[in-house]
């Protein structure tokens, strides 16, 4: 008896079962296995990446073209300038999108831990700069509208300024975008012989509760202080406008419209992921999450990531539907590396690479047809007896133009 009272008996404990499954799962998030759904929409997500890929690249390279050949010397206003960086900054976060898009293929982030980084502050510069020059160009609009006289005579100061602001803008963005720069990288989750990796933030391994409120107060304030301003000089343009009703009236409306439709679109397509970032931020994280919510959650951030990302893409196409100048401009680039001109004293030649002459978006030179002859200038009759002169009307040869059908760009 003495005996067994040295090596005590199973009998002697009891264990709580359901503690220790509940830790096991905490623990072991990566047991959750993906489901039929998840994959469908990975596949989808990574089409539409590669689709906005291709189109955004495009647009945006035709809209930093149209400007650099175009308005280089001749920029007018603040919000060219402003325009012009908008598309750069949606250009550099396009090129990020590979990784994206390799990144939900594979389901694991295999790129290393700098470009996750990279990454993702990317989208964050990318994010606050769009908003805050959307917020410029609201105000540079109100200016514009209510004291248009005064801006006339004020308008290199005005582009000087525009300068100043875009460098304060991009600094603002990286400010802003520090929380993704120091707290981005790649989290195994306890499962690095399974292969598992995913790139996103990880304050939430952060004890002190200031890191997280500042992380989560720099997503809040990127967002709401941009957002009040355009909305605050957008009302207030609506009523100059109403007030000023005449003259002029439909080309500062049409400015407006298309200055309204950006901010409509970045708003509507960015902030959902803004939201899902930021609930993301404050929440638990994966380690405290079971299969169903990490599950709830990826599709939120599957669907959402990927409206934040198409709208890199419909800028370069509301410039076109909406702007009259970035229409002429794309008009002329076309013109330009479609339709070669060469006009001789007495003749008239045309080139065509590309294109027809009946295009409706395009109205090029009539040429004459190609087997018939190109017509000579009269020859000069003799000379009059100088005695004629004086009482003759003086006879001087000339060339017929051919007749022109070009398409005339407006100049705004």
């Known amino acids: 008896m003495e005996f067994t009272t040295f090596f005590p008996t199973f009998d002697d404990y009891t264990f709580d079962f359901n503690y220790n499954i509940s830790t096991t799962d905490n623990e072991l998030p990566e047991l959750c296995e993906a489901n039929e759904q998840q994959l469908t929409i990975k ?15 495009l647009g945006n390279c035709l809209v930093i073209t149209t400007f650099v050949l175009y308005r280089r010397l001749r920029l007018r206003s603040m919000t060219d300038i402003f325009l012009f960086q908008l598309a750069l900054a949606d250009l550099l976060l396009l090129l990020t999108l590979p990784l994206q ?30 908003l805050l020059l959307l917020a410029c160009i609201s105000v540079d609009r109100y200016v514009v509208v209510a004291w248009a006289q005064a801006m006339l005579r004020l308008r290199s100061r005005m582009l000087t300024g525009a300068k100043l602001a875009s460098m304060c803008v991009w600094l603002a963005a990286l400010l802003l975008s520090l929380p993704e720069v120091l707290f981005s990288g790649v989290d195994k989750g306890g499962a690095a012989e399974e ?6 933030m990880k304050v ?17 304030a990127g967002f709401c202080l941009p957002f009040l301003v355009m909305v605050s000089c957008y009302s207030l343009i609506g009523r100059v406008l109403w007030e000023k009703r005449g003259t002029g009236a439909s080309r500062r409306q049409r400015t407006l419209r298309l200055m309204v439709t950006l901010v409509a679109v970045f708003l509507l397509f960015q902030l959902p992921y803004a939201v899902v970032l930021t ?47 970035f229409r002429s401009d794309v008009r002329k680039l076309l013109h330009k590396a479609g339709v070669q001109f060469r006009v001789g004293t007495g003749s008239h030649t045309e080139s065509c ?60």
């Open 353 to 412: 690479s590309s294109g027809s002459p009946t295009s409706p978006g395009l109205t090029t030179l009539s040429p004459l047809p190609p087997t018939s002859p190109l017509p000579r200038p009269p020859t000069s009759p003799p000379p009059l007896p100088p005695h004629t002169l004086a009482h003759s009307i003086s006879y001087q040869p000339t060339t017929a133009r051919p007749h022109e059908h070009t398409y005339f760009f407006s100049h705004p």
């Open 43 to 57: 596949m989808f997500q990574t089409s539409i990446f590669l689709l906005v890929l291709l189109l955004g690249v």
């Open 279 to 325: 609930l993301k931020l404050a929440g638990p994280g994966a380690e405290g999450q079971t299969c169903a919510q990490r599950d709830e959650t990826l599709l939120m951030e599957y669907v959402t990531c990927t409206l934040a990302y198409t709208r890199c893409c419909l800028n370069p196409l509301l410039y076109a539907l909406v702007g009259v100048r």
């Open 195 to 200: 292969g598992e990796a995913h790139c996103g």
């Open 204 to 220: 939430w391994l952060v004890e002190s509760w200031r890191v997280k409120m500042a992380a989560s107060g720099a997503q809040i």
């Open 101 to 130: 898009a390799g990144d939900v293929l594979l389901g694991r982030w295999a790129f290393g831990d700098a470009l996750c980084k990279l990454t993702r502050a990317s989208y964050a510069v990318n994010t606050y700069s769009g």
